[in-house]
Nanobody
């Protein structure tokens, strides 16, 4: 499975961005997908994840109620809608995939896309 992330950019606090992760490969629909982020000098942490079926989702407490993860298996696409962005959301965002169900730790994921920078100005 190959992952292509896009949608990052510069936005003012309170604004919105939408990140997309497109998976290639005929079995891509069998994979849970998560978004992680890493700010300079910090560890890479999970932001949100969605199971292969879309029935299960998880969110970091810091983004609960502001971010929404969804998937469209017909298009092999997972989207992270980010609203009410804060300067502390500034980071490089990565999408990652693993079979079936969501894991909360980066080491549980087998495939990673290249990061996309999200910068939120105050």
């Amino acid at each position: 499975v190959q992952l292509q992330a896009s949608g990052g950019g510069l936005v003012q606090a309170g604004g919105s961005l939408r990140l997309s992760c497109v998976a290639s490969g005929r079995t891509a629909k069998n994979y849970a997908v998560a978004w992680f982020r890493q700010a300079p000098g910090q560890e890479r942490d999970i932001v949100a994840g969605i199971s292969w079926s879309g029935a299960g989702t998880v969110y970091a407490e810091s983004v609960q109620g502001r971010f929404t993860i969804s998937r469209e298996n017909a298009m092999n696409t997972v989207t992270l809608q980010m609203n009410s962005l804060k300067p502390e959301d500034t980071a490089v965002y990565y999408c990652a995939a693993r079979l079936w169900n969501i894991g909360r730790n980066g080491y549980e994921y087998d495939y990673w896309g290249r990061g996309t920078q999200v910068t939120v100005s105050s």
